[in-house]
């Protein structure tokens, strides 16, 4: 295993000259050896990309790669000593199930004994013990990923293995079910684990840091917790939670923020310059508050979605909608009734040019 160590850059076509000639912008970051990350973001952000420069399997056309301190920028993947499991599964159809797990210890002339030993480990986290002898050409989809994952998973002399949305074929059940083994099996076998995927629930479940890329640009890494409580940019506030973070753009003057025609009171507490902000709250952190109350803004109910576990509560203000997560008892708003909302506190977040600033 290696530690990752990115500085790059990497446009498909020759002479970029602006943002958009770029498929990943300039960035810097390092892949902890023994880390399960996921790189995460909508299609196109470059996830892809940066995946595949990692493997070897697409040259940056800036920058380096380094593992372990090593310049690896124009080594092969066999030189990097990578696994890459893709979306689809890439196995032999006419091996047994055995034999395609073997295939890659084999491929590095591992004595026979060991190779059984650790088939028999991978077969049986991914539960597939019982299917050793059989064919893969007779199994389903979701089995044939399976086996591609445990291909990617078996060897434990790998840099790193590398998956690129590995659960698109799996049937929706048991892709929460291999999710949850991918995290237990990161935890057994300690290998550095990096899985492309455009889905967050999967991304904040599998991985204990996130990466989060948008339009070529990792803009925050970190955890399910600082992605949630702390989005350093308002893309990652959009992008992660459901519905995602609200935000008001407004003004800061003498300890009051001006917006939607109307102001708020600061809390005493918060210390922030003077100037223009865009106001970021979850909608977790959105409360109904008693008229007039600090920090809230006088708001109508538009919507009251019951989703069972709470409620979404929609209110507006001059065209701006907010939203807030409830408990169930919510559902006694009606639309059209007055609400004030308190958007200020301690998890409230303030943005300048889309980056935190408080
Ligand atoms: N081989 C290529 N040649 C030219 N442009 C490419 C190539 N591969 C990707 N791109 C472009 O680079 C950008 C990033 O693509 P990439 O596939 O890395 O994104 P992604 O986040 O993985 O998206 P998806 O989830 O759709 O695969 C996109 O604009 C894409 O069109």
């Known amino acids: 295993m290696a530690r990752i160590e990115l500085d790059l850059a990497h446009a498909y076509r020759p002479n970029p000259q602006q943002d958009s000639d770029y498929a990943l912008l300039p960035l810097k970051m390092a892949f902890e050896d023994g880390g399960a990350y996921a790189l995460l973001g909508p299609s196109g952000c470059g996830k892809t990309t940066l995946l595949n420069i990692m493997s070897g399997l697409v040259t940056p056309s ?12 124009r080594m092969t993947p066999q030189q990097r000593n990578i696994a890459q499991v893709f979306q689809f599964p890439v196995i032999y159809d006419t091996m047994t199930v055995a034999e395609n797990l073997a295939f890659p210890l084999r491929n590095r002339k591992m004595p026979a004994d060991q190779i059984k030993k650790r088939v028999g480990v991978i077969a049986e986290m991914l539960e597939m013990s019982g299917q050793l002898n059989q064919r893969a050409a007779g199994l389903a989809a979701d089995a044939k990923q399976k086996i591609s994952l445990g291909r990617g998973l078996v060897r434990p002399d790998v840099s790193a293995v590398l998956f690129d949305e590995p659960l698109t074929v799996i049937d929706p059940h048991l892709k929460w079910q291999l999710r949850r ?14 899985y492309v995927t455009h889905d967050q ?158």
């Open 181 to 194: 083994k991918l995290k237990q099996i990161h935890h057994e076998l300690k290998l550095t684990l990096i």
């Open 201 to 358: 629930v999967e991304a904040l479940t599998f991985a204990d840091q996130v990466v989060v890329m948008t339009r070529g640009r990792a803009v925050q890494v970190g955890s399910a917790a600082d992605l949630f409580e702390r989005p350093k940019h308002t893309f990652v506030g959009h992008f992660i939670g459901s519905p995602g973070m609200n935000f008001l753009s407004g003004q800061h003057t003498g300890g009051r923020f001006h917006t939607l025609g109307a102001t708020v009171d600061m809390p005493a507490n918060r210390a922030l310059p003077e100037g223009a902000y865009k106001l970021g709250v979850r909608p977790e952190h959105v409360r109904v508050a008693e008229a007039g109350a600090v920090g809230a803004l006088p708001m109508t109910v538009t919507q009251v979605q019951d989703v069972g576990t709470h409620v979404i509560l929609s209110v507006a203000r001059e065209g701006q909608v907010l939203k807030a997560r409830l408990a169930p008892d919510a559902t006694l708003w009606a639309p059209g009734d007055a609400v004030w909302m308190q958007v200020m506190g301690p998890q409230t977040c303030f943005y300048q040019n889309e980056e935190i600033v408080a």
């Open 62 to 73: 800036q920058g380096t790669v380094r593992f372990d301190g090593q310049d690896m920028t």
